[in-house]
């Protein structure tokens, strides 16, 4: 037993694993033991009267550690410590599954013996003692005992079986008791007498019949009328296999058929399976505790119903009905209680991982529906966490089979559900869901959509409200990025919004565009819709036009599923379709007619954009910019157009003379040529073109800023100077009053241009601002009649009464009147005043943020052009000198500065070498000023970027002078703003330049400002060229001299700082080395020997072992290995010499003692 007993204490550990472990090695050890046993003759023997033990029978045919652990697993069973139940009822499963020594009769025994409760106990002791009784009989049924049909391992004339009848009938009446004694334990028993049934029907026992009709008189012989979940479980287990039993008798009267699972006996299943004997269960009590598990009754109602193993035998049609009137009109009728539709919601996620795709909306049933909306709606209702476990398990089964997504869909937002699933849910469930499905799913909701629009409702307002909700809905799809974009849905989507933003269908059509989208003259919409669609295909069209800088080289790729990529963007494609119905005019007919004058420029237009298709070679992508640019404004015009709003056809003309000039034939360049010579100051055509784009990007709408960035992104190749100048103005920092104005004067300039045209319509819009201003008004009104009463006098409100006397007012209190007015007129102009600086300096910085997208562009798709040079000091402005609210934009503009200007690779070509020199003299002036670390890093980069721009032209003096000034600045003045970063990066970047500053650094450090600047500078040399034993002297010199100095106290250096210099004297020894090794007396190794002296005599370094240390290093690295020593501190020097004369001295000795044992 020693080698056993220690593994029962494992069998209770509460890990998993470690059980499973002590469980396979007893068992084993176990099997080694009774495969050594040899069984007695016969049970009752004379040789087994003289042994006094269990009368159990075990110990006959059985080892006796193998007849020990059977009992001492059943008896463990009881056991309340950790995890034994759990440990000792597998190992004896296990055990009892190998052994064919022992029958189910004794284990029964055993376990009925050891379980019996004595009056003495506790109700824990009786709990644990019902646990082990249970546990017992479970382990008998899973290890297969109780049908085991393989005699016992006796002589060979016995024919005694494992199991028998009796042995099964009396497992299943203890298993009643149990579950009579306890009601919490009655589910567990009755499950437990299903799994020995389970065995039974499995089994090919001859007294299987016997078994099975015994069970049933047994189970159904106590109350034949009293029916619970446990009892449909059991009849639902023998109705297959008991085919001949007369059934009607059994089930009835309680149920109508025979057949529990048949539509007539929904009603009386549900409630029994609800656990209530009346319809309000809200004034009565459940039949037991209340448990948050589903009773194990569904699970074999799945079976019958929807069996996984057998597909064929699933009744899909039957489970619709039952899941009808049992789960959505009983558990989550309107009677029931929270506790029963949390039952409900479980059922409902049962049956989602069984149900089929076509019977998936069998499952989404009114009450169910409403039930699940009103608990997802609130945080603070009973089932809400369930209702979000419900969300989440329908998202895994999307995942999981996306092709039903569309369905999910459909019910979410269908006749249970709600269009607004989404909103009244407070969840993005819906939206999650079309972001897992895939392309053809999306496409099948689309066309379920608009499916909807049939004009069968004769309410003009709900049929609008549902074509407004369509329209959302497609938004979402083209806005949400998680959903895989494809070409035809989006171009069915964009052609729904134009048609019925933009046309009024005449006629239908059975073929084409119009049928697609089956839009029918019977279905008008309002002119607010049609602006809503309007102004949601300028917004998809912005959304689906991809920022420029998304798509350059070694960027991700794009996602498998994405729009298609090719050379005509949407906006192009939506152009070619209004073009082509406008031509349709059988079908459908244009909101917009235009004028004589706009139908001529467009008709130039039109001709303009077909040369410019034609334009190729180097010209070709400005020219296919300007034509998107082209049908772009031509779209956004049609768009707005409608909106009341002017025709901008200075914009068209523009757009047309740069496309003239810009990709004009021969004839036409020379004819330009003769007529630019009369005009000299006429601006560039590029200049001309940028100038329109910053005009879109000043109206802030998101079309026109995709549309300014996607041009520019073609035009940048043929940017000029004037260009970037032109960009850069708009950067530049104005008086929020200087805007104010400016807005005003052209605000009264188009008034006054407006009054001699329409004073009626003026005098309307000044009503609706004085309405627009109520609250202004109230507030204005209430100070006045303050600044009356604190005068004496009252304000006049509604009628006055004519028999009432006239309070006349003395000069005084006009007076005093007139002042209290003057005051609060002055203060509202002022809060009026100070409001529109606020709003303009917003919009300024909006516009600002935007024109920063153009300059990005630039520079990614433009990196070798010798203009980015121009945008260095404008970017340095805002990085530098933007307000607190200019956050956003100081960030970008420093982001440009540091991950593109100063990480271009490629060299800038025909670079102009004045201007870079200005900038760098000004990049190192506002460096010497900066005010934080931030600034003083961005303007360390920009200077390595002009280094590098100066160093490929061949201009290194500039470079060396500027950080030369720098590095005297930084040494002898005290408030400069330099830090040894600066220089640092700059040496790192360009060592063979910085190299070239060594004796400057030498020789301005003795005129350092303090010790510690002294140290830094020090810290700066660092290099290896070839003129390195050139410097070695003059480095040698200075380092000695401030050592020298801090002994005598003259300078205050820390024993760090002392440290430090010492591993750059070692560091440029061996430099020196490398160069030439044989020239290593450059350095006087006798200064440093004296230079030792002086530090161990020094009473603030004589007793720094490590400053001893480094300096004994330095004198025996120049000293050679033939150096002297030197021999100040006789003790400790000897440590010392070892580590500093290195590896030479140990091969030495090691050379010696393999000479003396050789001769030994």
């Not at 106990?121 to 003692?129: F, N």
């Not at 959903?483 to 009024?504: H, M, S, T």
């Not at 005098?763 to 601002?769: A, I, P, Y």
């Not at 301005?1004 to 140290?1015: E, G």
Request: one cysteine or more; hydrophobic letters at 35%.
């Amino acid at each position: 037993m020693v080698t056993t007993l220690s593994l029962f204490w494992n069998l209770s550990s509460a890990s998993k694993k470690e059980r499973i472990t002590a469980t396979v090695k007893l068992v084993s050890s176990l099997e080694k033991f009774q495969g050594q046993h040899t069984p007695k003759v016969s049970p009752g023997s004379e040789d087994d009267e003289e042994n006094v033990g269990p009368t159990d029978g075990l110990d006959v045919l059985n080892a006796h550690d193998v007849a020990y652990s059977i009992r001492r697993l059943i008896r463990g069973l009881a056991s309340p410590r950790e995890s034994s139940r759990l440990g000792f009822s597998v190992a004896l499963t296990e055990l009892l599954s190998r052994l064919d020594t022992v029958t189910s009769a004794q284990v029964i025994s055993i376990i009925v013996d050891g379980s019996k409760i004595q009056g003495s106990m506790t109700g824990q002791e009786e709990r644990d003692i019902l646990f082990a009784r249970l546990f017992g009989f479970a382990t008998v049924i899973h290890s297969g005992l109780l049908v085991r049909q393989t005699p016992l391992s006796t002589s060979p004339s016995s024919a005694t079986n494992s199991s028998s009848l009796e042995s099964y009938k009396e497992l299943v009446d203890h298993l009643l008791t149990l579950g009579e004694k306890k009601s919490w334990l009655r589910e567990s028993a009755w499950w437990s007498i299903g799994q020995a049934i389970n065995a039974v029907i499995e089994s090919s026992v001859s007294w299987k019949e016997e078994a099975l009709a015994s069970t049933l008189e047994v189970v159904y012989q106590r109350d034949k009328d009293l029916w619970t979940p446990e009892t449909v479980a059991i009849t639902l287990k023998l109705q297959p296999v008991m085919l001949k039993h007369d059934w009607n008798s059994t089930v009835s009267p309680t149920f109508k058929d025979a057949d529990i699972l048949s539509p007539a006996n929904f009603s009386t299943l549900g409630r029994i399976l609800k656990e209530t004997s009346g319809e309000d269960e809200w004034q009565q009590t459940s039949t037991g505790t209340w448990k948050a598990q589903l009773h194990y009754v569904w699970d074999v109602i799945f079976d019958s119903l929807l069996p996984e193993s057998d597909p064929g035998r699933r009744r899909n049609a039957l489970f619709q009905e039952f899941f009808r009137v049992v789960v959505d009109e009983t558990l989550f009728g309107a009677s029931s209680s929270p506790e029963r539709k949390f039952w409900g919601f479980l059922v409902f996620k049962k049956a989602l991982r069984r149900v089929d795709g076509t019977d998936l909306p069998m499952l989404f049933t009114r009450n169910f529906m409403r039930s699940w909306i009103n608990h997802l709606s609130h945080k603070d209702r009973h089932l809400h966490k369930i209702s979000l476990d419900v969300v989440k398990d329908i998202q895994n089964f999307v995942q999981q089979n996306p092709e039903l997504g569309y369905t999910l869909i459909l019910q979410l937002t269908g006749i249970h559900g709600s269009h607004q699933f989404d909103k009244l849910t407070k969840t993005k469930t819906v939206e999650s869901i079309l972001s897992r499905m895939d392309g053809d799913g999306i496409m099948k909701y689309i066309q379920s959509l608009l499916e909807q629009m049939d004009g069968s409702d004769n309410d003009t307002a709900t049929e609008e409200a549902k074509k407004i909700w369509i329209g959302d809905q497609f938004v979402a799809l083209v806005r949400n990025g998680a959903i895989p974009k494809r070409e035809d849905w989006i171009q069915l989507v964009l052609n729904w919004f134009a048609v019925q933003g933009l046309y009024v269908v005449k006629r239908k059509s059975t073929k084409g565009l119009l049928a697609a989208l089956r839009v029918t003259p019977f279905s008008p919409a309002s002119e607010d819709f049609r602006r809503t669609c309007r102004s949601k295909l300028l917004g998809c069209l912005a959304d689906l036009t991809p920022p420029p800088t998304a798509s350059q080289k070694g960027d991700k790729a794009p996602k498998e599923g994405t729009i298609k990529v090719d050379d005509e963007s949407w906006i192009s494609k939506i152009f070619t379709v209004v073009n082509h119905l406008d031509n349709d005019s059988k079908h459908v007919t244009s909101l917009s007619e235009p004028g004589q004058e706009e139908q001529l420029l467009l008709q130039q237009t039109y001709k303009t954009m077909d040369n410019l298709r034609q334009v190729d070679g180097e010209m070709r992508e400005a020219a296919r910019g300007v034509e998107f640019l082209l049908s772009a404004f031509l779209l956004h015009h049609r768009c707005a157009n409608l909106d009341d709003d002017e025709f901008d056809a200075g914009v068209l003309e523009t757009c047309l003379a740069v496309a003239a000039t810009m990709f004009s034939t021969d004839k036409s360049k020379k004819r330009r040529k003769s007529h630019t010579t009369s005009q000299p100051e006429s601006p560039k055509p590029i200049d001309m073109l940028v100038d329109v784009l910053i005009g879109f990007l000043e109206k802030s709408t998101s079309y026109l800023r995709a549309v300014a960035n996607k041009t520019f992104s073609c035009i940048a190749s043929a940017a000029t100077e004037t260009t970037i100048d032109l960009i850069v103005a708009q950067l530049e920092r104005r008086d929020p009053a200087d805007l104010v104005a400016g807005e005003e004067d052209e605000t009264e300039s188009a008034t006054s241009e407006g009054d001699d045209e329409d004073v009626e319509s003026s005098d309307k819009e000044n009503e609706s601002e004085f309405d627009d201003s109520d609250e202004a008004a109230l507030a204005l009104r209430m100070k006045i009649e303050d600044a009356l009463k604190a005068n004496g006098v009252e304000a006049a409100i509604g009628d006055t009464d004519e028999e009432s006397e006239e309070e006349l007012v003395d000069d005084e209190q006009m007076m005093a009147i007139d002042e209290h007015l003057a005051e609060v007129f002055r203060s509202r102009s002022g809060d009026t005043k100070q409001n529109k600086d606020v709003n303009a300096q917003r919009e300024a910085t909006h516009f600002k943020n935007r024109v920063l997208d153009l300059v990005e562009i630039f520079t990614r798709k433009m990196p070798q052009s010798p203009h980015n040079l121009r945008l260095v000091v404008p970017l340095i402005e805002l990085a530098t000198k933007s307000g607190k609210d200019e956050r956003q934009l100081s960030d970008k503009a420093r982001g440009i500065l540091n991950n593109r200007l100063a990480k271009l690779k490629d060299p800038l070509q025909e670079v102009d070498q004045e201007y870079a020199e200005t900038i760098l003299d000004e990049l190192h002036i506002r460096a010497r000023k900066a005010h934080s670390s931030d600034t003083l890093a961005t303007l360390s980069h920009c200077s390595l970027f002009i280094c590098r721009v100066l160093t490929n032209i061949g201009y290194e003096k500039t470079v060396l002078r500027l950080y030369r000034e720098s590095i005297v600045d930084f040494m002898t003045r005290k408030a400069s703003s330099l830090n040894m970063t600066f220089f640092k990066d700059f040496i790192t970047r360009y060592p063979a330049l910085g190299w070239c500053l060594r004796d400057s650094i030498l020789d301005i450090s003795l005129k350092a400002i303090n010790a510690y600047r002294k140290c830094q500078a020090f810290q700066l040399l660092n290099g290896d060229p070839q003129d390195v034993l050139s410097f070695i002297l003059k480095l040698h010199t200075s380092v000695l001299q401030f050592i020298d100095s801090a002994c005598d106290d003259q300078v205050s250096l820390s024993a760090a700082q002392i440290k430090d210099l010492f591993k750059l004297v070692i560091l440029g020894v061996r430099q020196a080395s490398k160069v030439d090794s044989s020239n290593q007396n450059a350095w006087d190794s006798g200064a440093w020997c004296t230079l030792h002296g002086r530090l161990v005599a020094s009473k603030r370094f004589g007793s720094s072992i490590a400053v001893l240390k480094l300096c004994s290093q330095v004198e025996s690295a120049l000293q050679g290995r033939n150096g002297r020593q030197c021999n100040s501190i006789a003790p400790k020097r000897k440590a010392e010499e070892v580590e500093a004369e290195g590896a030479s001295s140990d091969t030495k000795r090691k050379k010696k003692k393999s000479v003396s044992t050789s001769r030994s």
